[in-house]
């Protein structure tokens, strides 16, 4: 990996690890989200600061460079975390649905109690 995008990935990866620790501290997200993205950020910093280590790795997925492994599980990690998104926003949506309707539902019989101006 060319020094550049070693340095480049590792200031990237601390920069978020702080930005994941903040979001935690501010009850953004649990325990959970916050330590699934520690490791996230502290493989990224491991692999930009030696990836020798990953060489053998590289080889026994055939792939020529660690950057290109790098990507591929970058965009694997990518897809499942979209997946989640998408998980998550169905089911808030069904919630928010329910919520507004059974609110609507709850003031039907008080609107039909309350005098109609007339025309």
């Known amino acids: 990996m060319p020094p550049a995008v070693q340095l480049l990935a590792f200031a990237f990866a601390l920069a978020m690890a702080y930005l994941s620790y903040v979001g935690?501290?501010?009850r953004?997200?649990?325990l959970g989200g916050f330590v699934f993205w520690e490791i996230i950020w502290a493989g990224l910093v491991v692999v930009s600061l030696a990836p020798?280590?990953?060489q053998p790795?590289?080889?026994t997925f055939r792939v020529a460079r660690l950057l290109d492994l790098v990507?591929?599980?970058g965009m694997l990690v990518l897809g499942a975390v979209t997946?989640?998104?998408y998980v998550t926003v169905q089911r808030l949506r069904r919630q928010v649905e329910?919520?507004?309707?059974d609110l609507a539902l709850a003031e039907v019989p008080e609107a039909s109690k309350t005098?109609?101006?007339e025309s």
């Open 52 to 54: 020798g280590l990953f």
């Open 57 to 59: 790795l590289a080889r």
């Open 83 to 85: 997946y989640q998104n």
């Open 24 to 26: 935690f501290r501010r």
């Open 115 to 117: 005098p109609r101006a």
């Open 71 to 73: 990507v591929v599980v």
């Open 28 to 30: 953004h997200f649990g």
């Open 98 to 101: 329910r919520l507004v309707r």
